[in-house]
């Protein structure tokens, strides 16, 4: 009499990384799925008796939790190349608002195919989409649409401005982008979040776009929103180190200070960058175990700073990694991984500070906690989405450490199955769901029409001269 175990998907054959509570690594091992839940983990010698629907042989890949990117803008990758070399806040008064200007609603929604497309192809099975051009009702839910058409889960963080306000009025900002009262904002993210309520594959979120720059009275609504709908909330905060100093000219105090008093941290808010916190505010933020977006390829090419990830973790806070739209360029969550450590490592000057493991760990079961999704580990009960990346190649011979494989190895070209809920949103490096070479096709042409409208134009000079380099003869 056989006790065979019956499932519907099993990977077998590779490293299984499930990084669960005690970190285990399985090597070969297995997972067992049915439906939309892992039901058994282990070594490959303990499913030999299981009988699958379909059977995955991962000999040569790895197996980790899917990854999340914690902050992202998909619509900017249309722009994807242009703004180089700009400072943050020019940045978005030349650049990000004009382009929000023009973006209409068939741009956004062929941007976040093609900016979830990509998140397919590097593993990334959870996004949060901070989405704030155009942000109709038509608009946002058709983001929703496309983030879930290619079979990602997650939220759309629905971007509000809100009234203007003095600091944006002061330092240009005050553009077409607060188009929609902080009345109008609220009203149409509720009636958002009652066409996607929490359940959906892709939830509603309600974001005010800058806490620095956007009423705090829109700050408090859209928590209070978010309590009252059960969703997480979201928003930008201190990712330039202008932004504490311009709040506590404009309100007398430090802007986590203020979130702190009036009891908005905690319970499903998360920040996007929070690289110039003070001592105070990491205590605040860590005491509440608020989510935090560490985008180490944005600080970078933005030149913004480097976040306290130390002190952060330390206090408590739950740090996730970010892709940060379009100032990343590449969708990459390995590139993001590799960063978020060398980052630490050379502000430091030491090595220690941080590490493959601790990178693994915000990609997957830290994003995922900041995110409220059950996957992030792989273990019986949980979401099975999944990452199924391959070692082979000359890039992972020889293979000693998988960890240092995954973080610092390995690209999106390794990426074999994506898997959400149990189902494979990508196989043999394609997306299943969606027909990519249209996706493509249609962003191309939609982001060349785009660069005229905006009057970008002059930002596709091929070759950009610098006086401070080009001598004669050089
Ligand atoms: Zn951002």
């Given at each position: 009499?056989?006790?065979?175990?019956?499932?519907?998907l099993l990977l077998t054959g590779g490293t299984v990384v499930t990084v669960?509570?005690?970190?285990?690594i399985f090597n070969p091992g297995a997972v067992a799925v049915?439906?939309?839940?892992i039901?058994?983990v282990?070594?490959a010698?303990?499913?030999?008796?299981?009988?699958?629907?379909r059977t995955i042989d991962t000999t040569g890949m790895v197996v980790l939790p899917g990854f999340?990117?914690?902050?992202?803008?998909?619509?900017?990758?249309?722009?994807?190349?242009?703004?180089?070399?700009?400072?943050?806040?020019?940045?978005?008064?030349?650049?990000?608002?004009?382009?929000?200007?023009?973006?209409?609603?068939?741009?956004?929604?062929?941007?976040?195919?093609?900016?979830?497309?990509?998140?397919a192809h590097s593993g990334v099975t959870?996004?949060?989409?901070?989405?704030?051009?155009?942000?109709?009702?038509?608009?946002?839910?058709?983001?929703?649409?496309?983030?879930?058409?290619?079979g990602?889960?997650?939220?759309?963080?629905?971007?509000?401005?809100?009234?203007?306000?003095?600091?944006?009025?002061?330092?240009?900002?005050?553009?077409?982008?607060?188009?929609?009262?902080?009345?109008?904002?609220?009203?149409?993210?509720?009636?958002?979040?009652?066409?996607?309520?929490?359940?959906?594959?892709?939830?509603?979120?309600?974001?005010?776009?800058?806490?620095?720059?956007?009423?705090?009275?829109?700050?408090?609504?859209?928590?209070?929103?978010?309590?009252?709908?059960?969703?997480?909330?979201?928003?930008?905060?201190?990712?330039?180190?202008?932004?504490?100093?311009?709040?506590?000219?404009?309100?007398?105090?430090?802007?986590?200070?203020?979130?702190?008093?009036?009891?908005?941290?905690?319970?499903?808010?998360?920040?996007?960058?929070?690289?110039?916190?003070?001592?105070?505010?990491?205590?605040?933020?860590?005491?509440?175990?608020?989510?935090?977006?560490?985008?180490?390829?944005?600080?970078?090419?933005?030149?913004?700073?480097?976040?306290?990830?130390?002190?952060?973790?330390?206090?408590?806070?739950?740090?996730?990694?970010?892709?940060?739209?379009?100032?990343?360029?590449?969708?990459?969550m390995f590139?993001?991984?590799?960063?978020?450590?060398?980052?630490?490592?050379?502000?430091?000057?030491?090595?220690?500070?941080?590490?493959?493991?601790?990178?693994i760990?915000?990609a997957t079961?830290?994003?995922?906690?900041?995110?409220?999704?059950?996957a992030?580990?792989l273990?019986?009960?949980?979401?099975a989405d999944m990452a199924v990346v391959r070692l082979s190649?000359?890039?992972h011979?020889?293979?000693?450490?998988v960890?240092?494989a995954v973080?610092?190895?390995a690209s999106p070209a390794d990426v074999a199955y994506t898997i959400v809920g149990g189902r494979i949103i990508l196989e043999d490096g394609e997306c299943t769901?969606?027909?990519?070479?249209?996706?493509?096709?249609?962003?191309?042409?939609?982001?060349?029409?785009?660069?005229?409208?905006?009057?970008?134009?002059?930002?596709?000079?091929?070759?950009?001269?610098?006086?401070?380099?080009?001598?004669?003869?050089?």
């Amino acid at each position: 009499m056989s006790d065979s175990k019956i499932c519907d998907l099993l990977l077998t054959g590779g490293t299984v990384v499930t990084v669960d509570e005690q970190r285990r690594i399985f090597n070969p091992g297995a997972v067992a799925v049915t439906d939309d839940r892992i039901v058994a983990v282990g070594g490959a010698d303990d499913f030999l008796d299981w009988e699958a629907t379909r059977t995955i042989d991962t000999t040569g890949m790895v197996v980790l939790p899917g990854f999340v990117d914690t902050h992202q803008h998909l619509f900017q990758y249309l722009m994807r190349g242009l703004g180089e070399g700009m400072e943050l806040w020019p940045w978005l008064s030349e650049f990000i608002w004009p382009f929000a200007d023009a973006i209409q609603r068939e741009d956004a929604v062929v941007g976040a195919k093609l900016g979830a497309i990509e998140a397919a192809h590097s593993g990334v099975t959870a996004v949060l989409d901070h989405h704030y051009a155009p942000t109709d009702i038509a608009t946002t839910l058709g983001v929703a649409g496309a983030i879930e058409e290619v079979g990602l889960r997650g939220a759309v963080a629905r971007g509000m401005m809100g009234n203007v306000t003095d600091i944006a009025r002061r330092h240009n900002l005050a553009g077409e982008i607060f188009r929609y009262s902080t009345d109008q904002e609220l009203a149409m993210t509720r009636e958002c979040i009652e066409a996607r309520p929490v359940g959906s594959h892709v939830g509603i979120w309600p974001a005010p776009v800058n806490v620095i720059y956007v009423e705090q009275d829109l700050m408090r609504r859209s928590v209070e929103l978010a309590h009252e709908a059960g969703t997480g909330w979201h928003t930008h905060c201190s990712e330039a180190k202008t932004d504490p100093i311009y709040y506590l000219d404009e309100y007398g105090v430090r802007p986590v200070n203020w979130l702190h008093r009036e009891g908005l941290l905690g319970e499903g808010a998360t920040l996007a960058h929070g690289i110039f916190f003070d001592d105070s505010e990491i205590e605040q933020v860590g005491d509440s175990r608020t989510g935090i977006a560490y985008c180490p390829i944005s600080h970078q090419y933005i030149g913004l700073g480097v976040m306290r990830l130390r002190d952060l973790r330390g206090a408590g806070a739950t740090v996730g990694l970010g892709l940060d739209g379009g100032s990343g360029h590449r969708l990459d969550m390995f590139s993001c991984m590799k960063q978020a450590v060398l980052l630490q490592r050379v502000h430091a000057q030491e090595t220690t500070v941080s590490n493959g493991e601790e990178a693994i760990e915000m990609a997957t079961r830290e994003g995922a906690s900041y995110l409220g999704v059950e996957a992030g580990f792989l273990a019986p009960g949980r979401l099975a989405d999944m990452a199924v990346v391959r070692l082979s190649g000359v890039h992972h011979t020889p293979m000693h450490r998988v960890v240092a494989a995954v973080v610092y190895s390995a690209s999106p070209a390794d990426v074999a199955y994506t898997i959400v809920g149990g189902r494979i949103i990508l196989e043999d490096g394609e997306c299943t769901l969606i027909d990519e070479e249209a996706v493509f096709a249609e962003a191309n042409e939609r982001s060349n029409q785009l660069v005229k409208l905006a009057g970008f134009e002059s930002l596709l000079e091929p070759w950009r001269m610098d006086p401070r380099t080009q001598h004669a003869g050089r």
